[in-house]
């Protein structure tokens, strides 16, 4: 059965302070993995597709990772614009669509 | 611009009461997606569509219905409501993707249900 794994479950960070945050899979051949963003009473919001390891991403001070086994979401020089729930979800190649989502991380930016 | 909508944002029902939820996209995607969001459980699929006509059955999906007479619209009916079903909803959809794309879901605003 197709797991993902978000860690930690909340941080919270000072302005302009870097962290990452880390999704762990076990899935049966990814076909791709995604991040998104979701506010308080908003929808996700689609951020990024990884596809294979050793492949990244980025947008503004966001940088998506993948290896074999996890994803890492950094977060550098955070503003407080940042604060929201990421979530991660990988479709396996035999998903036919079908998204399999970690509980997210809370992450909250103060000035 | 193409979009995903949802309606009522927010219901309150009675124990035992039927419930539509809406869902409308103007993507022209194939695929729909309904899934449930909980405090500690993050999104669990309930129904899902590849078409019109065709509908599937997620991991959550006892209690809830759907069906698809047409590419924009998916509602989720909740046949007898129940306590247990309180919870924020939320439409997706997707493209069919090809060989080498992956099905990117696009996500509505949600509508937060309260089951009294």
């Known amino acids: 059965e197709d797991q993902v794994t978000q860690s930690p479950e909340a941080l919270r960070l000072q302005e302009g302070e870097s962290s990452s945050l880390n999704c762990s899979y076990t899935v049966s051949g990814l076909r791709g993995l995604f991040w998104y963003r979701q506010d308080p009473g908003k929808g996700p919001e689609f951020l990024f597709t990884?596809?294979?390891a050793g492949e990244e991403k980025e947008k503004e001070r966001l940088k998506a990772t993948l290896t074999k086994k996890e994803s890492f979401l950094h977060i550098t020089a955070p503003k407080p614009e940042d604060s929201a729930t990421y979530l991660c979800a990988v479709q396996a190649s035999d998903s036919w669509g079908k998204f399999q989502f970690g509980a997210g991380t809370q992450v909250v930016v103060t000035p | 611009d193409a979009e995903i909508t949802q309606s009522p944002r927010h219901k309150i029902t009675e124990t035992g009461r039927q419930v539509t939820l809406a869902c409308h996209q103007t993507w022209n995607h194939n695929n729909m997606f309904w899934y449930r969001q909980d405090l500690g459980h993050g999104l669990r699929l309930i129904h899902y569509s590849y078409g019109v006509h065709d509908t599937n059955k997620g991991e959550v999906s006892d209690g809830y219905s759907v069906s698809r007479s047409n590419t924009e619209d998916l509602p989720l009916t909740l046949e007898s409501a129940a306590s247990s079903q309180t919870s924020v909803y939320f439409c997706a959809s997707s493209e069919i993707a090809g060989v080498t794309s992956t099905d990117t879901q696009y996500f509505g605003p949600g509508t937060r249900l309260t089951v009294l």
């Open positions: 990884l596809y294979s």
